[in-house]
């Protein structure tokens, strides 16, 4: 593989997990926005319980396309900086480009997100038992 494939190799996996962000706070903020303009008179624990469920089952099969997209990222990375590539370009742009390419732990992945989980879920709940004067 040329050294040009695995940059853009390396930056079309950056924008996957940028779709991958943008599709989680989306319907964070959706489902937010839902549960904060419900009327009272609705079954809100039901809905909630069901749309609970629903982003549980939405935000483990993101974090797994979250957490492909890493290790794809990290990947690519190894085989730059380990100069692993054919059709080399100069070693200084190699290394100007090498020295940019960090990609964030799984760790950091997982925990930002389950984090956000966390907050939505405390969030939808707050808003769900919140008494409203209508």
């Known amino acids: 593989m040329?050294?040009?494939d695995l940059v853009t190799l390396?930056?079309?996996r950056s924008?996957?997990?940028q779709t991958?962000?943008?599709f989680y706070i989306t319907i964070i903020l959706a489902l937010l926005a839902f549960f904060g303009s419900m009327k009272a008179v609705t079954p809100k624990r039901l809905i909630a319980g069901i749309l609970s469920f629903c982003f549980v089952v939405?935000?483990?099969v993101n974090l797994d396309a979250l957490i492909d997209a890493t290790n794809a990222r990290r990947a690519v990375q190894s085989l730059i900086v380990a100069k692993q590539f054919a059709n080399p370009p100069s070693s200084e742009v190699?290394?100007?480009i090498?020295?940019?390419i960090t990609p964030p732990t799984l760790a950091w992945v997982a925990g930002v997100h389950l984090g956000g989980d966390a907050f939505a879920h405390a969030g939808i709940w707050f808003l769900v038992m919140q008494k409203r004067r209508e």
Request: hydrophobic content about 45%.
């Open 2 to 4: 040329d050294f040009k």
């Open 10 to 12: 390396y930056f079309e």
């Open 15 to 17: 924008n996957a997990m």
């Open 20 to 22: 991958y962000w943008n």
């Open 58 to 60: 939405f935000a483990g």
């Open 94 to 96: 190699v290394e100007k």
């Open 98 to 100: 090498s020295a940019t």
